[in-house]
């Protein structure tokens, strides 16, 4: 009774940890929604308005290596709820914001509590369940979670913001996080932290996470400035200045940061590699393809959020246990190949949308496809990543997990945003209408996206190791979940 009783308190847990991460995954993309309200309520220009975004982004891509490590360190549990409180009182500031500078830096703050609690999460996940089975559907339920959180932005945005107003996008985290505090410091076991007995590497994580939140700066950016500019090109030469610095710095510190020997780790790398090509391609497909069903074809928000309905109910049945028992009947290797290759022709399919083109079959088999993608690959991609690093790194890995993510899709999107961008333009200067030359600024950009995942494709057969079940952890895993 009592093994039923902890085994049925781990998966509770495992629910907990997923709110949590449901929570920032709704917030990054139901702000997008209220923006326009926001301009007009706090008076921002169009440039000032974009620093809503990139004020999160920034913060929030900047410490999730650091976040990760810490729960290494410290423990888990601790780094978790600490940035759980972070986030929930950031998101109450955000909604009693009444002017600009308080809502820029609220949403500062807000990005560094939600980086520091969804960094331990996947680490809190792969080691509180040591058993492959397990771990497998655990790690479907937190990839229908951050998968099917920016449809659910979309819907709730959409809602909340023409039945109430802006402010209650923000003041909906506070019950929500109170709620996932108080059950995650009753039901998550903390993992005992390695300790800060050999001292702290003070300066690789200045350096670390300063190279990363310069990267992330360049990166949003550069819809402002341009690829080329003096400006991207010097804040990106600063960030690999500090990146490479960063490095030499934790090949000779005693106790460092992130030590080398986990990049040896193939699983870890390889995965990583993959996983930021997909987002590149997949997750900025979401945010365009919003704006073509928008621009183009001249939805609402609640229609756009019902749109990637698809995406989101294949995502959530495969989630369901069908990928945990392919994963540990076929293996990761051989479930995710297949998902990344119909994911690719969900995005070629998406391509070919005209301006008139019907929701069904054409859009509804897209993001269906896309659905069965993710469904399929993401959770496979965090087994093989996490499968062979040691329980005392298992923070370090989570983080380099979402920073890879994180990187990818922000470079991702301001890379295809401005191809599309420029796409249209030409078009327009050559006589098309508008709608023709959004649609084919988007439809380049759809195609380059299913291009990078079919580059992932091949990454992920000749890097990633072969696909054999993954084996149970070491006894020295320490479980993060009762």
């Known amino acids: ?15 907990v940890v997923c709110i949590g991460q449901l929570m920032i995954v709704v917030d990054a993309s139901i702000v997008n929604v209220a923006l326009p309200a926001i301009q007009h309520d706090l008076h921002f220009s169009q440039s000032s308005l974009t620093w809503v975004i990139n004020a999160y982004m920034i913060s929030y891509g900047g410490f999730l290596l650091l976040a990760g490590r810490m729960g290494d360190l410290v423990g888990r549990k601790r780094v978790f709820l600490v940035g759980l409180v972070l986030f929930t009182l950031a998101s109450a500031a955000c909604g009693f914001a009444d002017s600009q500078a308080l809502l820029i830096v609220a949403r500062f703050v807000q990005g560094f509590g939600g980086a520091v609690c969804a960094a331990v999460i996947v680490a809190i996940v792969a080691t509180g369940f040591p058993r492959p089975a397990e771990r497998a559907t655990a790690m479907s339920v937190y990839t229908f979670t951050a998968v099917s959180g920016g449809t659910i932005g ?10 109430i107003d802006w402010h209650w996008i923000f003041f909906i985290n506070v019950p929500i996080g109170i709620v996932t505090w108080v059950l995650g410091r009753a039901l998550i076991e903390e993992s005992e932290g390695i300790g800060l007995d050999q001292g702290v590497d003070v300066a690789g994580a200045l350096l670390g996470t300063a190279s990363l939140m310069l990267g992330v700066y ?3 950016k550069t819809s402002d400035y341009g690829w080329g500019s003096a400006h991207t090109l010097g804040f990106g030469a ?34 990583s590699v993959v996983r930021g090509l997909t987002a ?33 109910l294949i995502v959530a049945i495969l989630s369901s246990g069908v990928t945990a028992r392919l994963v540990n009947r076929f293996g990761a290797k051989r479930t995710l190949v297949p998902g990344l290759t119909a994911m690719a022709a969900g995005l ?4 070919g ?13 897209a993001f269906a496809l896309m659905g069965i993608g993710g469904g ?35 470079l991702g999107l301001a890379a295809l945003s401005a191809i599309a961008a420029d796409r249209t333009k030409t078009l327009a200067a050559a006589g098309h209408s508008a709608t023709a030359a959004l649609t084919g600024g988007y439809d380049l950009a759809f195609l380059i996206g299913a291009a990078l995942v079919a580059v992932g494709v091949v990454v992920a057969i000749v890097v990633l190791p072969a696909g054999e079940r993954e084996r149970e952890r070491e006894p020295d895993a320490e479980p993060a979940l009762g």
């Open 1 to 15: 009774m009592e093994l039923l009783s902890s085994a049925r308190r781990r998966w509770v847990a495992l629910v």
């Open 154 to 163: 979309l819907l709730l945005g959409g809602v909340i913001v023409d039945s």
């Open 218 to 220: 360049a990166i949003v």
């Open 238 to 271: 600063g960030a690999l200045a500090l990146l490479v610095a960063f490095l030499v710095v934790e090949a000779r510190v005693r106790n460092p940061m992130m030590p080398l020997r986990i990049l040896r780790l193939r699983g870890l790398t390889g995965s």
């Open 280 to 312: 590149s391609g997949m997750f900025t497909t979401f945010f365009l393809g919003a704006l073509y069903l928008e621009h183009v074809r001249g939805y609402d928000a609640l229609q756009i959020g019902l749109a990637f309905l698809p995406t989101t």
């Open 348 to 351: 070629a399919l998406l391509a």
């Open 353 to 365: 949308a005209g301006e008139h083109t019907a929701f069904f079959p054409t859009l509804f088999f």
């Open 376 to 410: 399929t690959s993401f959770m496979p991609l965090l087994h093989i990543a996490m499968g062979d690093v040691p329980a005392r790194d298992a923070g370090l890995a989570s983080g380099i997990v979402n920073v890879s993510m994180w990187i990818s899709a922000s």
